[in-house]
Every structure is written in structure tokens, then in C-alpha cells.
């Protein structure tokens, strides 16, 4: 009976799909086969979940601060309590976002708690820094792999795959928990809006 139990709360807190699955599909476009006016369309919904908060405050510049938008969800504002995630941006130099920021898979329940995901909580690295940027200056970045980790449009691709697989920040950000405002649209939407950027050639509004 007890395992039972074991068992029917692993399922519960795992969700729909077991750990290692994305649970996504990948509906793959040839190179070339969108329109440069369909590709920015889905670069514009792109840039509504990029800069949206639940995104963009990991993605911040060199000062290294961590934005939030508790506790009563406002504007975002610097993280409370001081918190700077150094050079490292891991808070390896004060206090590690791990102290209090979890990294597990299972779902956010607790209101106003640190969030956590299947990844270890970190600012993302400060090339790669959204908030406060233009729509251009994150085009610009995202597209370009000196920038953005080496990716092409491909990797851009696979990293939500792999980031879905882990349920790491990309896929908390769409399901943040109660009280927090999910990133707009499904993991499955930036998917397919990702697969339809890359398909036209990564346009950007300035082009
Ligand atoms: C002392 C505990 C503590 C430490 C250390 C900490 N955080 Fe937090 N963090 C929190 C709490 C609590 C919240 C949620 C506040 C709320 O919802 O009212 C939070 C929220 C956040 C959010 C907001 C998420 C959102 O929904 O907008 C981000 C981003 C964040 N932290 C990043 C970091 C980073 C990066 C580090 C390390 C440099 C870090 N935190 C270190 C306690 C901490
Ligand atoms: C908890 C902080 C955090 C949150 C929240 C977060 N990211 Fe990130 N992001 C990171 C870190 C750390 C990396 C670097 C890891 C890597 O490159 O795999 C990263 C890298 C990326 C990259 C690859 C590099 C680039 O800039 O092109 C993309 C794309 C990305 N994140 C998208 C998102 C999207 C979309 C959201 C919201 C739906 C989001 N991130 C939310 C921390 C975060």
C-alpha cells in the first residue's frame, strides 16, 4: 500500500511524462520555407517571452543583480535581500543562488517560496542580457553564436528540447507556480515559433 502511495505521488509531482522526455512536438521546417513576414510575426511573439519577466530576470547585464517581481508582482525591481550573483553569477562570491533557490523537477507549489527548476538557479552569462535591451539588441544577440553560446538555429532548437527534458528554466518559466504570471503562450508555441524564426533565416525587425 505504501509504495502504492510512493508511487502515485511520483506520477502526480512528475507530471504528464517521465524525466528524460520532452514532451514536445517537434513539427521540423525545411530551411527557406517560411516567409521573411512569417518569420518576424514569430520573432515578435518570441520577443513577447523573452522580455517578459519570468525570462528576463535571469537575463540581466554585468552589475550581476537577479530582477524579481514579488511580492506583489509589480514592475520588476532588484532581487530583495541583496542579493548579487557575482562574476560567477552563481553568487559563488556572497551567497550561492542554491542557498535558497532548489534545483529540482518537480513542480513549483509554494507561493512567494524561491522558485526552483531541474537546473542549478544561476543568472544567465552576461553576454547573453535581455533585460532593459531593445527588441533589436536581442534579435541581434540571439541570433548571433558569438553571443549566444555557439548556437545556430539549430541548437537554438535543441536547447528547449534539452532545457524541456530537464525541466530546467525555459519550461518553469511557462508553468512558474501560484501567484507568478507565466511566461505568454505554451513551451509548445516558443517551440514552434523558434522552429518557424529559424526556418526563415533568424530575421530581426532592423534587418
Ligand atoms: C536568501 C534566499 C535567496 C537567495 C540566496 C537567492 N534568492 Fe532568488 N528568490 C528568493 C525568493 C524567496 C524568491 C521569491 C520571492 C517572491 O516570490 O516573493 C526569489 C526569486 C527570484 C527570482 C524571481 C523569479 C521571478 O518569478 O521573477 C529570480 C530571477 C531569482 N530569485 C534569482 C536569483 C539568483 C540568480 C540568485 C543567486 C545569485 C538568487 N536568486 C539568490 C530567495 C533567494
Ligand atoms: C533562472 C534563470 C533563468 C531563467 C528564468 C531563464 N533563463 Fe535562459 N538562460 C539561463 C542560463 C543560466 C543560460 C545559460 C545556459 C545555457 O546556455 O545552456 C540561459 C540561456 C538561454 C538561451 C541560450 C542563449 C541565448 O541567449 O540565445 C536562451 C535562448 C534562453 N536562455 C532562453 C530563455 C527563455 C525563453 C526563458 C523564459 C521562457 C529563459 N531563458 C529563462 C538562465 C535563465
Not at 26 to 46: F, Y
Not at 61 to 78: F, T
Request: glycine share 10%; charged share 20%; proline share 9%.
Amino acid at each position: 500500500m505504501r509504495w502504492i502511495v510512493f508511487v502515485a505521488a511520483m506520477i502526480v509531482a512528475g507530471g504528464a511524462f517521465a524525466a528524460g522526455e520532452h514532451g514536445l512536438d517537434v513539427n521540423r521546417l525545411e530551411p527557406g520555407s517560411v516567409s521573411q513576414a512569417e518569420g518576424l510575426a514569430a520573432w515578435g511573439r518570441i520577443h513577447d517571452v523573452v522580455s517578459h519577466p519570468r525570462c528576463a530576470n535571469c537575463h540581466t547585464d554585468d552589475a550581476n543583480v537577479p530582477m524579481w517581481s514579488g511580492p506583489e508582482y509589480e514592475k520588476p525591481g532588484p532581487h530583495g535581500m541583496n542579493i548579487n550573483a557575482g562574476e560567477s553569477r552563481i553568487g559563488a562570491e556572497f551567497l550561492p543562488c542554491q542557498t535558497c533557490h532548489a534545483t529540482s523537477a518537480l513542480p513549483n507549489t509554494v507561493p512567494h517560496a524561491a522558485p526552483h527548476a531541474g537546473a542549478p538557479w544561476m543568472l544567465a552569462p552576461v553576454e547573453f542580457v535581455w533585460f532593459g535591451q531593445s527588441e533589436n539588441a536581442i534579435c541581434e544577440q540571439m541570433r548571433d553564436p558569438e553571443r549566444n553560446g555557439g548556437r545556430d538555429g539549430d541548437a537554438m532548437v535543441e536547447h528547449i528540447l534539452h532545457d524541456a527534458e530537464l525541466r530546467s528554466f525555459i519550461t518553469w518559466a511557462f508553468d512558474p507556480g501560484p501567484g507568478r504570471e507565466a511566461a505568454p503562450g505554451t513551451l509548445q508555441e516558443h517551440l514552434d515559433d523558434t522552429i518557424r524564426w529559424v526556418a526563415a533565416g533568424m530575421p530581426c525587425p532592423g534587418d
